[in-house]
Structures are given as structure tokens and as C-alpha cells.
């Protein structure tokens, strides 16, 4: 697991990311943020869309739904261009905290 501080401040990227690649439902954010975290992040509702329904606020998501072939509509959330253009900013600046921090911890810091 995450500690906490450190999660709470990788959020909003994170889902940025996660939906930068196309519109995604609630479920398939949860297990995509799960698996690329080797189960370090596991989110339940009550943590995911107070985020999702912020960025909403924020004008960087937007929300729609969509008919499922196997069930009920789904509520999918996709990035706005506000959201990518937001994205955008916040890689450039996790890439410039990130090369400050291996050039302090050294090379293996990139070996993850």
C-alpha cells in the first residue's frame, strides 16, 4: 500500500491518466488502477467518485452514459479538453520532480 500523503497527492493525475486513453466506467477505473498498481490501490466507490465527481466540478471530466450490452446503462467519464490540457501540465511537472529525485536517489530509481 500507499501511504496516504502520498496517494492523496497522486489522485487527480492518476485519474487523468487513467482516462486519457478513452472513456472509462466506474469499475474499469477501479480494476485498471489495481492492476497497474499490483493491487497497491483499491479504491471502492465511496473513494472514486467524490474524485470523479470533482474533476466533473473542475470542468477537467465530464460524465455520460452509455447502454451496456450486458446489463443496466453505465455511467462512463472521459477528459474534457480542459482535462487534457491539464494532464498535459501535470506530466511535465511529475517529470521534473521525478528527474530531481533520481538524480538524489540515483539511477535505480528509473529501474522502478
Known sequence: MFSKRLLA???EPLMLSLLADGPKYGYQIIKRARQLSNDRIRWSNSKL???L???EGNGLVEAFWQ???SG???KYYRL???GHAALAATKKEWLS???IFAQLW???LAMG
Open 97 to 99: 520532480m521525478n528527474a
Open 9 to 11: 497527492a497522486s489522485l
Open 80 to 82: 474534457t479538453p480542459k
Open 53 to 55: 465527481h470533482r474533476l
Open 106 to 108: 540515483g539511477p535505480e
Open 49 to 51: 467518485y467524490p474524485l
Open 72 to 74: 443496466p446503462d453505465r
Open 67 to 69: 447502454a451496456s450490452d
